[in-house]
């Protein structure tokens, strides 16, 4: 079935340091991917989003590619923050799902000063 | 804009009870999606709820059911409660009939005891 796999965590960084987060999917048709993200106490936020195969989401920093061709979906940073501290959710969201969501397992980012 | 707003924030129920969770979906948006997040874990997909009605459901037991008013709200219903209910639930919503991307709320602590 449709699925999404997660590098396992928790992911230790120092601060400055360059962040990947690996995501692979399994899912029929053209999904559209999702990289959100959840601060301690809170929901969860959209970090970014793509939308086609080859297709770059970027946001504050953070950038991730539609790679069709290896089923990835890989976030990716080059100067991580203490702020940055957080749990990562790669998803996807099947082209006639209408909005649902299936989530990775997160991924566990901590960043030290 | 209040954005997602959900209620109550936390709760604690016993084993066989009865329990609503409601959500409020950010202005502007038609379609609200529940979620079920165990602690450590990726959302799990419940169901979304459009024009008042169920439009996709996850691999939840009909102890799981839902309503949405005209206003868009929704209500998430959990009857029987088990102890592996405990989860943090999470609304989203999300324009055009969920075809653009979900905002969630902050979600609401459920403990079974």
């Known amino acids: 079935g449709d699925s999404v796999t997660q590098m396992e965590g928790p992911v230790t960084l120092s601060e400055e340091a360059f962040l990947t987060i690996n995501c692979t999917y399994t899912a029929t048709g053209y999904p559209s991917l999702f990289w959100y993200v959840q601060y301690p106490g809170e929901g969860l936020q959209l970090l970014l989003k793509a939308t086609k195969a080859d297709d770059k989401g970027s946001n504050k920093g953070f950038e991730a590619t539609y790679r069709k061709e290896t089923t990835s979906f890989h976030l990716e940073k080059g100067s991580v923050q203490v702020s940055d501290s957080a749990v990562y959710f790669c998803a996807y969201a099947g082209g006639t799902s209408y909005g649902k969501l299936t989530f990775g397992q997160g991924t566990i980012l901590t960043v030290h000063p | 804009d209040a954005g997602v707003t959900q209620s109550p924030t936390h709760l604690i129920k016993t084993r066989g009870q009865q329990v609503t969770l409601r959500c409020s979906p950010k202005?502007?948006?038609?379609?609200v999606s529940w979620y079920q997040q165990a602690l450590g874990q990726g959302p799990q997909f419940i169901f979304q709820?459009?024009?008042?009605?169920?439009?996709q459901r996850g691999n939840f037991p009909d102890r799981f059911s839902g309503h949405q008013f005209p206003n868009y709200s929704s209500e998430l219903n959990v009857n029987a409660l088990l102890l592996g209910d405990s989860a943090l639930y999470l609304c989203a919503s999300s324009p055009a009939g969920g075809r653009a991307e979900a905002f969630f709320g902050q979600g609401t602590r459920l403990t079974v005891v």
């Open positions: 202005s502007g948006h038609d379609t």
């Open positions: 709820y459009y024009e008042e009605e169920e439009r």
